[in-house]
């Protein structure tokens, strides 16, 4: 089975500043998009922030011009800088990888999660 490992999460002031990874391994053939999405309390899972690997990246209304996505190809790894955060910002944030595995057709894979706290 392909998985999908997240680092970087924790505790932040507002304003400040995090990375997220999420690190792919297994029997990989090919990643075609990753995502990242967060989920607070209460609320649905929202969509982030998404990239077509060798394509475009799009962000969620509410993180524009301060959440990054990038993709590192070599490493399998997707990464989300966030800047500028807010306390509205504080979820558990996962990354979704489409991802086809050697004799297998693409799917989805999902990471463990892991929260990111934004305190004022």
């Known amino acids: 089975q392909v998985q999908l490992v997240e680092s970087g999460g924790g505790l932040v002031q507002s304003g400040g500043s995090l990375r997220l990874s999420c690190a792919a391994s297994g029997s990989i053939f090919s990643i075609y998009s990753m995502d990242w999405y967060r989920q607070a309390p209460g609320k649905q899972r929202e969509l982030v922030a998404s990239k077509l690997i060798g394509g475009s990246a799009n962000y969620a209304d509410s993180v524009k011009g301060r959440f990054t996505i990038s993709m590192d190809n070599a490493k399998n790894t997707v990464y989300l800088q966030m800047n500028s955060l807010k306390p509205e910002d504080t979820a558990v944030y996962y990354c979704?990888?489409?991802?086809?595995?050697?004799?297998?057709?693409?799917?989805?894979?999902w990471g463990q999660g892991t929260q990111v706290t934004v305190s004022s």
């Open positions: 979704k990888g489409f991802v086809r595995g050697l004799g297998s057709p693409g799917r989805d894979y």
